[in-house]
């Protein structure tokens, strides 16, 4: 049978930085292949992807896994307690770049669906799609390989993401749902001048202080049923501008919008737009914006999928989870344009920061939680 605290080790010690595929996917395709799934790489563009099948096309029903084994990069090796791509136990934890995020989840569901299809080979079918490319710009991840699933008449039923969810104690928190993410990145160009003659410039430091006000100051929703207000956040404000008696020709600013399923990406492109139009008419500095949606914000309704998964959780842990939406993005986005999906893996506490490090009776737990999902779904 195969391991899932061994499996997670073997998983780290592949240096799949993103969007390197470091040998994770050989090895899960190896694990894979021996328990019967049919497995076939998906790659698109420099990404690595593993698409894995047990059962029939097209079976009456299929329960899918979504789950990455890209990392982020280690930062400053030197210090980390433990080498980083090590896999190393010590503690009654396991330590290395992907010891949460998400390798453990990834060898947890790959354990739980190779044990349950040999024990019980179920009527119908266990789909695991699997990426090189979550942690990266995941244009040719997890949307490649439904891009090729649907090319190929391939589906799921439900989908399982693996990221880790839980906030504090294992059990305590399934996703049924992401905000969404938008980032702008704004410019402002006015007229360089002496600071001591202020009216024969157009100094854009000040229009872009006056935009990021209003933006920042705006109350843009007060929440919804199972979301949290919409919040932005200003990251950059930069003009580069050493000189104490000029004023510069441009100054830039970012920001970045988490919001919920009041708006949408466009939405809130246009308000955006609309605040810069604004300040520049006041101004009479340009301003100019350029903004990237990362995700739209969605939310699998409270229902059989998440009850099922609670279910699970409930009867491994003794704690019931909560129906959380917060956090960052996932996967998940693209997924939910396939078929519905929730998300529960690990408690996320070291999660890309140096001496990421998981409890083993974790990763156990987890594949039992799997194991027990897969058993309820196809009961």
């Known amino acids: 049978m195969t391991d899932p605290v061994r499996l997670t080790a073997e998983l780290i010690r592949c240096p799949s930085v993103t969007p390197s595929e470091g040998g994770a996917l050989h090895l899960l395709e190896g694990v894979l292949s021996d328990a019967g799934f049919s497995c076939t790489r998906v790659d698109r563009g420099h990404v690595c992807n593993l698409f894995a ?65 040999r024990a019980t080979p179920p009527d119908g079918a266990v789909i695991l799609a699997i990426t090189g490319d979550e942690e990266g710009d995941a244009v040719d991840g997890t949307a490649a390989l439904l891009d090729w699933m649907e090319h190929e008449g391939e589906r799921m039923d439900v989908c399982l993401v693996g990221e880790p969810t839980c906030r504090d104690e294992m059990g305590d928190t399934i996703k049924i749902g992401r905000r969404g993410s938008l980032s702008a ?13 202020p009216h024969r410039a157009k100094n854009p430091v000040t229009a872009i202080a006056a935009l990021c006000h209003r933006l920042a100051s705006a109350e843009l929703d007060r929440g ?44 809130l492109t246009e308000w955006l737009r609309a605040e810069a139009a604004q300040v520049a008419a006041e101004t009479g ?95």
């Not at 949290?228 to 003009?239: C, Y």
């Not at 949606?293 to 409930?314: I, K, N």
Request: proline share 4%; with cysteine; aromatic share 8%.
């Open 285 to 379: 500095v340009e301003i100019d914006m350029r903004v990237k949606v990362s995700g739209e914000a969605f939310l699998t309704p409270p229902g059989a999928l998440s009850d099922l998964v609670a279910r699970a959780v409930e009867a491994e842990t003794g704690r019931r989870p909560d129906l959380s939406t917060t956090g960052g993005t996932s996967d998940a986005r693209f997924v939910k344009d396939h078929c519905p999906v929730v998300e529960f893996g690990l408690v996320g506490r070291t999660m890309h920061q140096v001496d990421e490090r998981v409890e083993v009776a974790q990763i156990r737990q987890l594949e039992a939680i799997y194991r027990r999902i897969l058993a309820d779904y196809f009961a």
């Open 53 to 117: 099948r047990w059962g029939e096309r097209g079976a009456a029903r299929t329960f899918g896994f979504n789950g990455h084994t890209d990392v982020v990069p280690v930062g400053d090796a030197q210090a980390w307690t433990a080498d980083p791509f090590g896999g190393t136990q010590k503690g009654g934890q396991l330590w290395g770049r992907g010891a949460t995020d998400m390798k453990s989840g990834v060898a947890a569901f790959v354990s739980a669906a190779c044990g349950f299809v």
């Open 185 to 197: 990145w704004i410019e402002a160009t006015g007229v360089q001048g002496h600071s001591a003659y």
């Open 224 to 267: 919804t049923e199972h979301f949290d207000p919409t919040t932005l956040a200003l990251t950059s404000i930069d003009t580069g501008n050493a000189a104490t008696n000029v004023i510069p020709a441009t100054s830039r600013a970012i920001v970045n919008v988490r919001f919920n399923d009041t708006h949408t990406g466009a939405s």
